[in-house]
């Protein structure tokens, strides 16, 4: 029988943003005599609160064919390491530009229509804009013959915005263009939906590399493995973890990777292989257990997929149409 949620447990609104949800769990916590329910609601709090926590969470609860979460496995998303948040003078240097690249869009819409307008007035379209052979005119889009040109790289931070909503087909696509295989000892856990789902299995190193496993497993169990691997997706190293001291072998975390998402996505595949158990309702959806942005290189996205045993390296492009890009 499946574990019932935070929200039903707790009598939360699903719908409610993170901080409404942590100043409820808060007071709730100020009620709550020691003990496992006053743990429960800690745990609640550490995955609800957090913003990429709660993707997972959320992302998992609203898969049909996901398994339910266990408790081990929302203890260990409750320990993983919170979302970095933007706060003091970069929470407002990053409003401020907000304000000021509204003003300038509004400004440079104000100039846009003045123009049409004047080219209207005159009864002539400039020579911007050909025309049909039935007297129609044509956007740029349509005269190209290329949808190459409607999409637009974007970077990969932005990667959450590739991310379906419930009926929504998102204008972000996240393209795979390059793959390789896990090691066995990894790729056995990743294949299983039931031990993948709403995991941490990406990391970043100061060295530039990406760790692929059980990165954020405690020690004293069994044997922890995590595959390391290159700027290029090259093998670099299995790293076999079963004490403390193991530890010591491993490159150091790189304290501003990006955040990880995962989900329902918007994937096309461009000469990589797509597992199906990763295959959504349409098309191109596609269940990405994580999507990590290289913090490196902008350009750049690892993925891996439900039942996959690959690793994928990607771009992410913003504006893409029906056809791909």
């Not at 025309?131 to 956007?139: F, H, M, N, R, Y």
């Not at 491993?250 to 990006?258: G, I, L, R, S, V």
């Not at 690793?311 to 791909?324: F, I, K």
Request: proline content about 7%; hydrophobic content about 35%; aromatic content about 6%.
């Amino acid at each position: 029988m499946p574990q019932p949620t935070y929200y039903e447990v707790l009598g939360l609104d699903p719908r409610a943003s993170s901080p409404d949800l942590a100043q409820q769990l808060t007071h709730q916590l100020t009620q709550a005599p020691p003990g496992p329910g006053r743990q429960y609601i800690e745990q609640a709090r550490a995955v609800l609160c957090d913003e990429g926590k709660r993707r997972h969470y959320d992302a998992r609860l609203n898969d049909p064919q996901a398994p339910a979460w266990t408790p081990n496995e929302l203890h260990e998303l409750a320990l993983t390491a919170p979302t970095p948040a933007r706060t003091g003078l970069v929470a407002a240097f990053a409003e401020t530009r907000v304000k000021v690249l509204s003003g300038v869009v509004a400004g440079l819409a104000l100039i846009l229509a003045i123009a049409v307008t004047a080219v209207a007035c005159s009864g002539s379209d400039g020579g911007l804009s050909p025309t049909a052979s039935d007297g129609s005119v044509q956007s740029s889009a349509q005269t190209s013959g290329d949808s190459d040109q409607v999409c637009r790289p974007a970077r990969g931070r932005a990667v959450w915005n590739a991310e379906w909503e419930k009926e929504k087909r998102p204008d972000y696509l996240l393209k795979l263009t390059a793959q390789t295989d896990l090691p066995s000892e990894v790729a056995q856990k990743l294949s299983n939906p039931r031990l993948a789902s709403g995991l941490k299995f990406m990391t970043q190193y100061q060295d530039k590399t990406i760790g692929v496993g059980e990165v954020n497993s405690t020690i004293g169990g069994p044997a922890v493995y995590v595959a390391q691997y290159d700027a290029d997706g090259a093998l670099v190293k299995l790293h076999t973890i079963r004490q403390q001291s193991d530890t010591t072998a491993m490159p150091t975390p790189f304290d501003q990777a990006e955040d990880i998402s995962g989900g329902y996505m918007r994937v096309q595949a461009d000469g990589v292989e797509i597992p199906s158990e990763a295959n959504g309702v349409e098309a191109t959806q596609q269940y990405v257990v994580n999507a990590l942005p290289d913090a490196f290189d902008r350009s750049k996205v690892w993925v891996l997929l439900r039942g996959g045993t690959k690793l994928y390296r990607g771009t992410l492009y913003a504006n893409a149409p029906d056809s791909g890009c």
